[in-house]
């Protein structure tokens, strides 16, 4: 292996910079050369590729987003266009690709390293943390504390005027944002994706924490796959039980931001682990984080969507905030 491609998919996440930088700095230490592959999976279809030196990653590794910028490519489900990108990446004498992202990016790459024989490395990357087959994926971090950091803020404000806040967090069909928020803010419930929403429960929470004094309710709500659940709840409170609330959505603000010390660490760590594994001759797997550390792991084991939060957040949720 001579030249390595790099290239990030799917939703950005806070870190993804110091997982480029650490690749670049990683190979280049190796003797060998990084070609940065812009917006994704759709920029190598364009040809958008160019060398990356030391320098180029330099004072990166502080932001978020990516400097290699990315895109959600579904053109790529197609095994005509993974054929095109094969003869691209053949053509510009590309000898591996390593591809930052979620679980749609690795599926797409995987596929290309079965069809096509390119060696081919996974590197974790989203804010859902929601791959199977490793605990972590860089960016989680940083969104949990951007959310708890709002929904804080959103506590003041419910406490002076006595009101209910129903916070919208990202996370698609993954809990793992909604509970880590909901735990640490102390917020009085929170909603899963896809579970029937018992909104006679949540009144019910609300209402004997304002018998035994509380100010403030926040009802933490995972984003889902429909559009629209925090408002349909905000409706259904106030139709069936009376209770005004208020909907704030947070949005795309916990996709961004400088990545926290934990992102910063285990990217870095990813990034190594990356050409280490690739120069002892691996040419299939993904930086999984194991049991505190990262690992080379199978790129068939983290081809899923994670779904083991259990109920027992719930639990802890609901006993802390009586
Ligand atoms: O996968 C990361 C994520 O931020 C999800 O939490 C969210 O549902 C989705 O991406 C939003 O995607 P987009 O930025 O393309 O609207």
Do not use: W
């Not at 790099?6 to 480029?20: E, K, Q």
Request: glycine letters at 10%; one cysteine or more; proline letters at 2%.
């Amino acid at each position: 292996i001579k030249r390595i491609g790099l290239l990030c998919s799917g939703g950005d996440s806070p870190g993804m910079n110091c997982a480029i930088r650490s690749v670049v700095r990683s190979a280049i230490n190796a003797n060998l050369e990084v070609y940065g592959i812009q917006r994704g999976f759709s920029g190598l279809l364009e040809g958008n590729i160019k060398e990356l030196d030391v320098s180029s990653v330099g004072n990166i590794i502080q932001h978020g987003g990516t400097i290699l910028q990315t895109s959600r490519c579904p053109e790529f489900h197609e095994a005509e266009t993974r054929k095109e990108a094969a003869h691209i990446l053949k053509r510009k004498k590309i000898d591996a690709l390593i591809v930052i992202g979620g679980n749609g990016s690795f599926n797409g790459a995987y596929a290309l390293h079965t069809e096509h024989g390119i060696p081919m490395v996974g590197i974790p990357g989203t804010i859902d943390n929601d791959i199977s087959g490793t605990d972590y994926s860089i960016g989680f971090d940083t969104a949990v504390q951007t959310a708890i950091d709002a929904v804080d803020k959103i506590r003041d404000t419910a406490s002076s005027h006595e009101r209910t806040f129903i916070v919208e967090v990202m996370g698609r069909k993954s809990a793992a944002i909604a509970l880590h928020v909901g735990v640490c803010t102390g917020a009085e419930n929170v909603v899963l994706p896809s579970e029937n929403v018992n909104v006679e429960e949540i009144s019910n929470d609300i209402k004997r924490g304002i018998k035994r004094g509380k100010n403030s309710s926040i009802i933490i709500v995972a984003e889902g796959e429909k559009e629209g659940l925090s408002h349909r709840i905000q409706e259904q409170l106030k139709a069936d039980f009376e209770l005004d609330s208020h909907v704030c959505i947070l949005g795309h603000i916990q996709r961004g931001g400088n990545p926290s010390g934990q992102d910063r660490f285990i990217a870095s760590g990813m990034g190594y682990l990356a050409i280490e594994e690739l120069l002892k001759g691996n040419n299939s797997f993904v930086t999984a984080y194991r049991n505190g550390h990262v690992v080379a792991a199978p790129f068939d084991e983290c081809l899923e969507k994670k779904s083991e939060y259990l109920p027992q957040y719930i639990n802890l949720v609901k006993t802390l905030s009586i």
